[in-house]
């Protein structure tokens, strides 16, 4: 699993280019990490410290969505909403 | 929350405040509730939740009547929003067999696990799918009893480990796996069969694409339609949630091997149209 | 002279299986599934004929098994349907007919027996669980035709199957019988069926043994509130639905004899011969089975010295009458095993003359 975002097409160093975004239903999430092997630019992280309410490590979103639903897709507790964004963002990082 | 500022992560709390589409919601309209208490990591409610994307996309919905077989899946058969009869373990075919000749404009799909598809219900879904009838009955294989606990099914693959099989299915003592879906191909009855997994986003996109053609087949009363779904159960196979889409690949779908094994309405000279009546 | 207009006859002379067959579809029956076993394959051949000329559907099932989950399909899509086999392949339902109970499904289902040893099987229920079924036991193809009718009835009325208990000797009589259509009132609704149109309303129906409530926010079924629902309209059921019991010269009688289903007629030809000998004997009839007519069998039986039970097994309804006597009269068991060599039920015990010695030994024993 991927620690840290993912090289998509960029600005600079600093920054990455954006189109998607998701809304993570933290409270939903049963810690099971198949979103985290499912996104294709690995911008999906599980927490390491940080747990729900039900006491499991859930997802945190980095820069460089792309809106793809992969994580919808594959999420078995049915945590996230996905978005496009009419023109991508950039969006900083590091 | 000290967490999140070092690492520059996106708030994912709430909407996006640029401008922005919704692409996916939670749940597909038809799943009625966020929480079931399925294990994390189950493959289950992905295949559920392709079954009922593909209903709706299809505009079925006003007609489907699910019966529901007896396994961990049948935590879905009490909220969604399709109607549903829920039937004893093996025994949803025959079920689904009355509710299709008393109704034939509905449109009647199983969802049933290996363990009563094809251990209780061997003799069900085969006379079933050998009389033709215009019913889509979906497995969703993992290789165990999963509700049970984890015991050996009549899919599960040589060398698995189960409650029943602890040293790994051996075919000398337990037997070899039945390969259901091949089997079915083999009737004359069956005019769609398919074999799918849902351990990748890709595969639960190709998984969606064949329960749609099922749904097709039966509207167009072409004849009985199977698509089986690998699933993961991390808990049945005694593997961490994260490793369970590589086992998955590894172990039962080197066995049960994907793809489409008959397609009438692809064959036929005389095909109807796939467009749904 | 004019010679009179007559209108056609109504009766018709008729196999048992078939008046029973015709009965079914005049109760509106349009699904029947079944598997050949003996004596309950004509029905399933009538079926598979008449049925499709009514509109109807008729499966011939790769096994009993499939039968009933068939029936419970179309049961559920609330069309009148019905099921049957013979004792063995009833045990091989068993399972489904319990669930079936639970669901609150209406479905007929036929036990065309082999003797009379599957008393408890139907009374009992052969299935798990806490269930019921009302349980009608005709005397003769006749009443069969109006059984099977009122089974229907009962089914719609009380969304719980309701079985019929017959045997060889109904199957394979045959009578003389108008199959006329026996009117109950209007039907009752049937909203609760499945049609796939409530799908997509936020309130899709549902039809499960494991309830009936859909999930809202985490709480998914509760079989301890199902099946305690369940067990107060199995109550209901059992305390509205009227018992019937047939009775002949119990008033005077010393002796009464109590049988069910087809032996009932040749224990009342055994009853009249005695009566006209002058042996103070009277004959008492349960229809249905369940409920068990208690009440109705005490009285009859309050002023007699003792009760003569005779059915053709090793002893089951003589427990219920023993129940419903409560130790005020005598019970005795003058039935037992008798059948031919296949196990078809075809009693050689059936005999006037045999009965009317068994009977005339508990007349003897009791004077």
């Known amino acids: ?94 | 929350m000290k967490e999140r500022e070092t690492r520059r992560v996106i708030p994912t709390d709430a909407p996006p405040t640029a401008p922005a589409r919704l692409v996916e919601d939670f749940t597909p309209d038809l799943i009625d509730v966020g929480a079931h208490h399925l294990c994390p990591g189950c493959g289950e409610p992905i295949a559920i939740r392709s079954v009922m994307e593909a209903v709706a996309e299809l505009d079925l919905v006003r007609r489907t009547i699910a019966v529901f077989g007896i396994g961990c899946y049948t935590a879905f058969s009490n909220n969604l929003d399709v109607e549903v009869l829920q039937a004893l373990h093996g025994r949803a075919p025959s079920v689904a067999t009355g509710v299709k000749r008393a109704r034939p404009d509905a449109i009647v799909i199983t969802v049933q696990g290996d363990g009563d598809m094809v251990s209780e219900g061997l003799q069900e879904v085969l006379h079933t799918a050998a009389r033709g009838e215009n019913v889509t009955c979906i497995m969703l294989n993992n290789g165990v009893f999963g509700e049970t606990g984890g015991h050996m099914t009549a899919t599960t693959v040589l060398g698995q480990r189960t409650k029943t099989s602890l040293e790994g299915r051996d075919a000398v003592t337990h037997g070899r796996p039945i390969l259901l879906a091949d089997l079915v191909a083999r009737l004359d009855g069956a005019a769609f069969v398919a074999r799918c997994a849902v351990n990748s986003a890709g595969n639960v996109a190709r998984t969606k694409k064949v329960i749609l053609r099922a749904l097709q087949t039966q509207a167009s009363g072409a004849g009985f339609s199977l698509v089986e779904i690998l699933t993961m159960c991390p808990t049945g196979w005694f593997v961490e949630t994260a490793e369970a889409p590589d086992y998955l690949a590894d172990s039962l779908a080197t066995v049960h091997t994907g793809g489409v094994l008959k397609d009438f309405l692809a064959t036929s000279p005389t095909s109807p149209s796939t467009t749904v009546p | 002279m004019s010679i009179p207009v007559r209108t056609a006859p109504a009766r018709r002379l008729l196999q048992g299986s078939e008046a029973i067959a015709e009965a079914m579809i005049a109760a509106g029956c349009r699904f029947f599934a079944g598997y050949p076993m003996t004596p309950f394959t004509e029905v399933l051949e009538h079926m598979a004929r008449r049925l499709p000329e009514v509109g109807g559907v008729c499966m011939n099932a790769e096994s009993e098994l499939e039968a009933v989950g068939m029936a419970w399909g179309a049961a559920a899509t609330g069309t009148p349907a019905a099921t049957g086999s013979t004792g063995q392949g009833l045990s091989l339902m068993q399972e489904s007919l319990a669930e079936i109970t639970l669901a609150r499904l209406p479905l007929v289902v036929l036990n065309m027996a082999r003797a009379q040893g599957d008393y408890w099987q139907a009374t009992r229920g052969g299935g798990h669980g806490d269930y019921r079924h009302i349980v009608l036991a005709p005397i003769d193809v006749a009443e069969a035709v109006e059984l099977v009718q009122l089974a229907f009835h009962l089914t719609a009325t009380w969304r719980n199957p309701v079985l019929v208990f017959g045997d060889y000797y109904l199957a394979h009589t045959a009578r003389s019988v108008d199959i006329k259509s026996m009117h109950f009132g209007p039907p009752p609704a049937t909203d609760w069926a499945l049609t796939g149109e409530t799908g997509g309303t936020g309130q899709a129906k549902l039809v499960s043994f494991l309830g009936s409530a859909k999930q809202r926010d985490d709480v998914g079924y509760d079989l301890a509130v199902h099946y305690a629902a369940c067990a107060q309209h199995t109550a209901r059921m059992l305390g509205e639905v009227t018992p019937m019991l047939d009775t002949g010269m119990t008033q005077d009688a010393e002796v009464v004899v109590v049988a069910f289903g087809t032996p009932g007629s040749y224990v009342r030809a055994a009853v009249r011969s005695l009566r006209d000998e002058g042996v103070r004997v009277g004959w008492a009839r349960p229809v249905t089975l369940v409920p068990f007519p208690s009440s109705a069998l005490a009285g009859a039986l309050q002023g007699a010295k003792a009760v003569a039970v005779y059915e053709n097994n090793t002893g089951q309804m003589v427990d219920d009458v023993r129940l419903a006597v409560l130790g005020a009269v005598p019970v005795e068991f003058i039935g037992g095993v008798s059948l031919d060599s296949s196990g078809f039920g075809i009693a050689p015990d059936l005999d006037v003359a045999v009965l009317r010695r068994r009977i005339l030994e508990v007349v003897d024993r009791h004077r």
Do not use: W
């Open chain 1, 1 to 94: 699993m991927t620690d840290g975002p993912a090289q998509g097409a960029s600005h600079g160093p600093d920054s990455v280019l954006t189109r998607g975004t998701v809304v993570i239903d933290v409270d939903a999430c049963k810690g099971c990490d198949l979103c985290i092997g499912a996104c294709p630019p690995g911008v999906l992280v599980m927490t390491t410290h940080e747990v729900n309410a039900r006491g499991y490590r859930f997802p945190l979103l980095l820069g460089g969505c792309t809106g793809c639903r992969a994580c919808s897709q594959i999420c078995p507790d049915f945590v996230f909403q996905v978005y496009k964004y009419e023109i991508p963002i950039q969006v900083p990082v590091g």
